[in-house]
Every structure is written in C-alpha cells, then in structure tokens.
C-alpha cells in the first residue's frame, strides 16, 4: 500500500514545487528525476505483482472523505471563476448543479457508508499504472524541450506560464493513479474531476479565443459526465448501500436489473471522457493545446480513463442488456464513423484525434460486448493504443515546430530532412494498422469476440471502419517514405529531452509487440481469469510468438540503415526529359514544363465533418437517451 500512496502522493509535491520554479535548469532536473522515480516507482509496482487476481487494502479515512469534497469544492470554484470571467452560463451552472449534488451526496447519504476496502489493485490497475507511470512520466520529460521553443514562440513580454503547465501534468499523473487504485466511489469521482479540471486549464493554456472555447465545451461535456458519475453514486449509496467498486460490481453480475440504472450512468459518464460521439467534438477542440497536452491527456491516459471504468463494468455488461446495447452501440458507430472522417483531414494532429476517437469507439465496443475474449482485445487495444499515439503526437509536435506545419501535406521529404524522427513517426503509423504489429493483433482478437457472440452489425462495422482506418493511415505513411533529392537535415536542433522521449516510446512499443505473449500470460490474463474463471485469449500463443518474431524483423529493416550511408546519390528518374531533378521538373507532352508533385486525396465531399458528424451526433444521442429511460422505469415496471 505504501507504494500505492507514493505513486498517488509524489507527483503532487512535485506540482507543488514546480509552481515555484522559474528557471530552466531547476525545471529540467526536478521534471526528469521526479518522471524517471514515478516510472521506475510503477515498474516495479507492476512487476513485483505480476500474475495477481487482485489485491484490496483496509484503508478508510474521514478526513480523506472531508479532502475530497473540500477539492470537490475548490475544482467547482475554479470552474465557476472562469464561467464568470468569459461569461460562459452553462459551465457555471453545470458546475453548481454538480457541487451541490456533490455535497448532498456526502452529507446526506453518503456519509454513514463505510468502505473498508479503500484501495486496491489488479492486473488491469497494474496495465493502466504503467501507462501513467512510464508514458506519462516520458511525456513530461518531452514537454520540457517543447515548452522551451513554445514558449520562445510566443510573443514578446508574454508571461511565461511554464510553472503552471508542468504543476497540472504532475497534479494529472496523480488524479489518474487515483483513478485506477480507488476502490472507494467518492474517491475515484474526486480523481475523475481532477483530471477534467487539469484538461480544461491544459486546452485553454494558451489563452486565444479558440483555446477558450475549446476549453469551455470540454468542461461543459465532462461536467455532464460528472453529473452522470454522481447519479450512480446516489443509487449506489441509497439502494445498494455500497460505494465499494468491487462490491457493486459483484451486485451487478449477480442481479444486473438491479444495477441498471447505476451502469447507465457510469457508462454515460466513461463515454463523455472517451470523447465518444455525441461527445467528440472536446477533443478535437482539445488539439488547440501543446503537443504534450495532447500527448498525455487526450491520447495516453486521460480518455484511457473512460475506457477504463468501460471495461471494468465489461461483467455487468455481459449479465445486463439495456447498457450493454448503449455501450456497443455508440462504440459501433463512433468507430465507423470517425474513421471515416479521418480521411477527409490533412491536418496530422486533427487525424490523431480522429483516430483516437475512432479506437476509443472500438474499445468501448468491446467493453459492450463483455465477454474474456472481448475484455483480452480491449485491454491489448487500450495498451498499443496509449503508446503508438504518445509516440505519433511527439513525432508531430517535434516536426511541426522544425518544418513549420503540422500538415501531411507539408511533410514531403521528411524521410531525408528529419530521418531518425520520420522513422519514429513510421513506426507509430505502422504500429496501428499493419500486421504484424500489436494493434492488429488485438483488432483481430476483437473480430473473433464479435463474431463469437453473433453481432453481426459489430462484425461489419469493424470491416468497413478497419478499411477507412488502412485509407488514412496509408496516404500518411506514403507521404514519409517518399525519398528523393538531399534536402537539408533540419533535426540536428531538435531538444535532447524530446529525443529521449521518443526513444522511450518507441522502444516501448517495439518491446510490447515482441513480448505480446509475455504481456498476455502476466498481465491481461489474470485479469480475465480473476473476473470470469476462464481464458480470454483466443490466439495461439504460437502465433502471437511468429508475429513478434516479424515485429522484430520489420524495425531492424526500418531502423538499420538510420545513420551516416555510402549509398551512391542518383538524379530522380522523371520517365522523360529532365528539366531540373531537384525541383522534380520535366519537359512536358507540349514543350513545357510541369513540376512533379503528389498529393493525398482526402474526399472532403464524400467524407467530411458535416457530412458525417450529424449522423452519430444524432444516433448515439437517441442510444443513450432510450437506455437512461428504459434503465429507470424497468424497475418500476417490475
């Protein structure tokens, strides 16, 4: 438990004495020793428990209870500073109905419920400690080379708000191990709202009056989510009697009516922080922010937070139909139709979300489903997942602040101007969508599940949204591997702490495709067995061995001709009458001269955002409100 304590306690003195520090040289030596101690912290948290079915603490407190409405206070004072401030109504009153709901719930109901068991872990808490300990940590490390050019970016004279940015990353990392080691309700709802608050004041960094809208509609969308965690927390203190996580799941599967209400309000609530359709437009608004924001909260860990109260409600869902429908549902389609919206953006980061959003969708989905098998592709999926796009949002943030652009369109060449990092992005890119990698691996498991429970509509859903995920995934990684000319090598500037990182998450993701079977037998199996009694794994383990053999193979070609070569420099070959090899110019058919260029096809008019986001808007919307009320008058039907 003492670990526990340390991973939950650390990060916050180290926010704390991080607000006190300007100079650069103290920030480099506290960030990097305070990530390198979290992650080392978290590994050894994870592998001194390997294999473990769970492990539950006697640890209550009064006076934790009487902190974490006191931060439920203060989270809803900042909130309601600035509703006053921009004038924004409905972020105010959003953020009163929750303190006040917050504060009857305390008082009135929850205050005589005693939970024991206040904190725990299991293989699945273990999956998720990593992904904060060990990404989050490395992501915090990058954001200090970054945040130096950010901030030599920004106009003259303008304050230098590093102290804060870096207090909110570390004040995140621990909201999130508060999270994932919660067994107390009121406690993981107080770490819920910490993270929405930390994303909020993260997206509006900068201050434009696109970074503060952006900030408004996240805020005003989690706190709906926030409202729904409260509403299960009412059921569960008035008519379960419980705010113990693991009791009031055991109570779902063995009456799953009895629950539906709670389950509907916690799936509604993991749905909002997963950015799922109605709800995805926060995070793509979230893109405003600093690369690392966008690395840490809304790709690794933050939206990892709705997925993962999704998958641990994955038993009830199997037992109860009405949330198990929601759940599939919105995932389905959000699934299908982010991915199609992908295709239509040549924004590099605005397609990073996009495919977020999508892979959320498909994890939730699984989440849905509920069975071993689904629960073993979810957990596989969260995992490559937080990495590759931890990887692929540092790769961009690195080139966009060396090439000027974060445009795929403007990323011609980058093979020869940035080699080492165009390898990186490539390997993210390929980590996604081309087997042998993990993500694949775990895509194919999620088949198999769909397929095993007969959800045909999930089955073709996730064919048609793999085919749009290979179109988009595919024009990027054609536009980095073209090669030609000898532009000028323009990463020899790039920040020692950002290139740290990157090698982190990339070694990270090729260790986690070589040691997939390793990960499955010690990590994500005990989870499965612990919950259902039986294996979830519906692979080979024999052919899980062949394809990290092939993981293995594929970046020692990508990665070993990375360096100095002797390779003999030849013009490029225009299949004509060269007119300038360097320009890629050629006589063309009438004497004339045509620059060779190659371009994407996005199909905005077949594809784009308003074309396609209307519809999941307005079905998921329909999905959710009919489960809300079909959850709430079942019972008094009964």
Known sequence: MALLGFLIVFPLVVAAVLLAVRGDGARNVIVGASAVIIGVASVVLVATNLGTSGVYFEFSSVVLDYVCTGVSVVLVGIVLSFAVRYKNLLAGALALVQLVGALVLEFAFAHEVEVPLGLYFDSLSLLMAFIIGVIGSGICVYALGYMRDFQAHEPEGAKDRRPLFFALMFVFLSAMFVIVFSNNMMWMFTGWEVTTVCSFLLIGYTKTDEAIANAFRQIIMNLAGGIGFLVALYVCAIQLETLSFIEFIMLGVADSALVALAVVALAFAGITKAAQMPFQTWLLGAMVAPTPTSALLHSSTMVKAGVFLLVKLAPIMLMSPVPSMMVMLVGGITFLLCSFMAISQSNAKRVLAYSTIANLGLITACAGVGTPEAVWAAEFLILFHA??????????????????????????????????????????????????????????????????????????????????????????????????????????????????????????????????????????????????????????????????????????????GMGDSKARKVDVYLAGVSRGSEERAFQNALSGTTVATARNWYMDDVFGEKRIAPVGVVFNSIIMAAAFVIAAVAPMVL
């Open 387 to 560: 990495i590759a796009k931890s990887l692929l949002f540092l790769c961009v943030g690195t080139a966009e602040h060396h090439i000027g652009s974060r445009d795929i369109e403007d990323m011609d060449l980058l093979f020869d101007r940035m080699p080492r990092l165009a390898r990186f992005m490539m390997l993210g890119i390929m980590c996604m969508f081309i087997a042998p990698f993990g993500m694949l691996v775990a895509k194919w498991a999620t088949l198999v599940s769909f397929v095993d429970m007969d959800q045909v509509a999930l089955v073709i859903i996730l064919a048609f949204g793999s085919a749009a995920t290979f179109m988009f995934w595919a024009k990027w990684l054609g536009k980095l591997a073209g090669i030609a000319g000898e532009p000028e090598n323009v990463e020899v500037t790039v920040h020692k702490s950002e290139w740290a990182s990157l090698l982190l998450m990339a070694a990270l993701l090729v260790v986690a495709c070589v040691t997939l079977p390793l990960i499955s037998a010690y990590l994500v199996e005990p989870y499965v067995v612990s919950v259902y009694g039986i294996l979830g794994q519906d692979i080979a383990t024999d052919n899980l061995w062949i394809a990290s053999i092939c993981v293995a193979i594929v970046v020692i070609v990508l990665f070993a």
